[in-house]
Nanobody, 117 residues
Framework: EVQLVESGGGLVQPGGSLRLSCAAS????????MSWVRQAPGKGPEWVSA????????YYADSVKGRFTISRDNAKNTVYLQMNTLNPEDTAVYYC??????????WGQGTQVTVSS
């Protein structure tokens, strides 16, 4: 059974930083691309970032480019999202995602990030 467990969210002041983690199990982690998606209150899901299976290629939404960094540790079955220079518009529930070869999406429970003074 695929399981994704996010952690690391919280309340942070504008300009601050957080690092999110997503621990994966139930599949061959190192064989799959991973993504982060967020959903702000009252809005639809927004794709944030992705990383390929080997970690050598990363992709970012324009809204976070230059501020967020995605990485992964295949030995630990974990993907990370380092978020710097946070602003109130980054407030959302952040989910990690994996899509299998049958194009089925799997999601964690999400972790809340709130940016506020």
């Amino acid at each position: 059974e695929v399981q994704l467990v996010e952690s690391g969210g919280g309340l942070v002041q504008p300009g601050g930083s957080l690092r999110l983690s997503c621990a994966a199990s139930g599949f061959t982690f190192g064989s799959y691309d991973m993504s982060w998606v967020r959903q702000a209150p009252g809005k639809g899901p927004e794709w944030v970032s992705a990383i390929n299976s080997g970690g050598g290629s990363t992709y970012y939404a324009d809204s976070v480019k230059g501020r967020f960094t995605i990485s992964r540790d295949n030995a630990k079955n974990t993907v990370y999202l380092q978020m710097n220079t946070l602003n109130p518009e980054d407030t959302a529930v952040y989910y990690c995602n994996v899509r299998d070869y049958l194009l089925r999406d799997y999601w964690g429970q999400g972790t809340q990030v709130t940016v506020s003074s």
